[in-house]
Structure formats: C-alpha cells, structure tokens
C-alpha cells in the first residue's frame, strides 16, 4: 500500500521558519532511552504504517531537502521515496505527482503532514475498493472540506471552504484503490487542471457517476499551521498520551535530522 504525502506547501500561516513546516517540533518521541522532539510529519506517517503502508511517497518543493535528509530512505520499515512539485499547484497537482509510482491493483492513503489526529488506528476502518473519506467532527467545519453523506454513509457533496457548511464533519484522510487515482487524474486533465481542491475534483467525480464513501472513525482533528494550532495540537497530545499506538515513539527517521528547529503553528480541534 502507498501513502502519499503531499508536502510542498510553503507553510505561509507559520512563517519565518528554518526549515520546512512538516518538520515542526510537536510533541516527542523515545529514541531508545533517549526523549526527542517529534516532527509534526511523523504522526501521519506513523498512522499510515499503522494501516498497512508500506511504500511512503513524499511529494515535495524544489527547496525542501530537509524533509528527504530527515526520512532518508525508509522509516520503520516502510521504503521512503520523494516526487517534486515545481511551483505551487494545488493538492490535486501534488497528489497526482505521486501517480507514477502507484499501480493500478494497489491501493492508496493520501493525508496532510500539518494535522494531528486521533485515533491513531482511524485509517484502517476505511474500505479499500472505493474511494472513502476519514471524517473528523469539528468545531469551525467552514476552515475544512465538509463532507456531507447520506445514511449508509455514501459522499453526497463535499463543501469546499463553505461559509455555512451544512455538517461539521470534515475529512481528514482518504484511501482509494489506484485505479480510482488513475480515474480522478483523467477527470482533472479533462478540466483543464484547473482544480486546486481535491473536493471540487471529487464533486465532479460523483456528478459523473463515480462513488465514494464518508466513515466517521475520527474523533479528535488539529490542523497544525498557526500558533494557535500548535498550542492545540501540544494539548491534544497531553490528552492522548496514555492511548499512544503500539509503534508510536519508535519511527526513527534520518539520523540528519534538526536539532533544534524553532516554535510557531494553526487550528482546529
């Protein structure tokens, strides 16, 4: 399984930074004995090693080598690999980057390395023959993507930034077989990819007939991107201390990584 994560954002909410933003210090981690700051990138990561990822592609800015000097070439035993995004595109341009790599039997998780969730196993109740959404229930649901599903938990519409979302379930990760990817990618380019959102391509993919579902398996969501979200997110880890999952503290990435990157981060929770 792949998990793609797309990391060539700029990270303008949080900026002057060092380094690049995935790399923020949230939380900590053991290092055998030893207690280490924890990039902020680590937690998606270790939730997509948790569902079965075992191929992790980074999709990066020209000038973000830190974060391949920080993973390397792996990282608890999934292999590690990186694709370039030239300029800022979008999500979905830098999702797709990721395309080459992926088969069309194998089966793909996408997240945002600038979140903090829980539970930490969520992505393992997402089905892997059709495209589906983790949902988080949110306070402010009009800073995110809302998803609006039927009761069988079919995706009817999913609101982009809307001022007054109809439901405070927002998504915070999403799985898809390769040929779903494949399918979205063809869609994008025959709109002029001109969809920088992956809910207004994903909208347009329902209204042609494609399917995808909504699963309410998350129950805590911070995007980590301003000073306010960090504070959350150093909170909502207190919280979930004593639940930490069977490999958290034990990513170890690239032995190049930061010492001593710096503070600032963003909301919601």
Not at 129 to 143: G, Q
Not at 163 to 184: I, K, Y
């Amino acid at each position: 399984m792949w998990g793609i994560v797309p990391a060539a954002g700029a990270g303008s909410r949080i900026q002057p930074l060092a380094f690049s933003k995935e790399l923020l210090p949230v939380g900590s981690r053991n290092d055998g004995d030893i207690e280490r700051p924890r990039a902020v990138s680590e937690y998606l990561v270790e939730r997509m090693i948790l569902a079965g990822a075992d191929r992790i592609c980074f999709v990066i800015a020209p000038g973000k080598s830190d974060i391949l000097e920080y993973y390397g070439s792996s990282i608890e035993g999934a292999h590690v690999c990186y694709a370039v995004q030239p300029r800022p595109a979008g999500l979905c341009d830098a999702v797709f980057r990721a395309l080459p790599f992926v088969h069309a039997t194998e089966s793909v998780i996408v997240g945002l390395p600038d979140t903090i969730w829980f539970p930490a196993d969520a992505l393992r109740a997402l089905p892997e023959d059709v495209l589906s959404f983790l949902l988080f229930p949110v306070e402010r649901p009009e800073y995110f993507d809302a998803v609006v599903t039927d009761e069988s938990g079919a995706v009817r519409e999913i609101q982009v930034k809307d001022a007054r979302p109809s439901t405070h379930w927002v998504w915070g990760a999403f799985r898809m077989p390769g040929t779903v990817l494949q399918t979205l990618h063809a869609l994008w380019q025959s709109r002029g990819a001109r969809d920088e959102y992956i809910g207004t391509l994903v909208n347009a993919y329902l209204a042609a007939g494609g399917v995808a579902r909504g699963v309410r398996a998350g129950n805590s969501y911070v995007d980590v991107g301003t000073l306010d979200g960090y504070r959350q997110a150093i909170q909502l880890l207190a919280r979930h201390r004593e639940d930490a999952p069977a490999t958290a503290g034990r990513a170890r990435p690239h032995p190049t990584a930061p010492k001593d990157p710096g503070e600032p981060a963003h909301v919601e929770g």
